[in-house]
């Protein structure tokens, strides 16, 4: 079964920084647009940051400048950068993959995606 699975996140004080990680079972990342997507209780699920086989990223407003998505091909893992983080941030973070070279302007659309993971809380305090 394919699915994806999220790591590295947790509690961490306004300012300070997590890296969260996605390894997939069952194949490998290469070839796929990646995301990263998050939800706080209340909200819907917005998309953070996404890196499309070409190597173009795109991240939301609200994270530029904060976070950075990279791939570790090697390790087969994905990974979401977050430094300076605010209590906004606080939210389940979630990883995705499509096979499919989506354009720019849905790089960071839910309905792009089809492997999703269970996710991976962030707690930001202030």
């Known amino acids: 079964q394919v699915q994806l699975v999220e790591s590295g996140g947790g509690s961490v004080q306004a300012g300070g920084s997590l890296r969260l990680s996605c390894t997939p079972s069952g194949y490998s990342l290469s070839g796929y647009c990646l995301a990263w997507f998050r939800q706080a209780p209340g909200k819907e699920r917005e998309g953070v940051a996404a890196?499309?086989?070409?190597?173009?990223?795109r991240y939301a407003d609200s994270v530029k400048g904060r976070f950075s998505i990279s791939t570790d091909n090697a390790k087969n893992t994905l990974y979401l950068q977050m430094n300076s983080l605010k209590p906004e941030d606080t939210a389940m973070y979630y990883c995705?993959?499509?096979?499919?070279?989506?354009?720019?302007?849905?790089?960071?659309?839910?309905?792009?995606?089809?492997?999703w993971g269970q996710g991976t809380q962030v707690t930001v305090s202030s």
């Open positions: 995705a993959a499509v096979g499919s070279y989506p354009p720019l302007g849905l790089l960071l659309a839910q309905s792009t995606y089809v492997l």
């Open positions: 890196m499309r086989v070409d190597g173009t990223t």
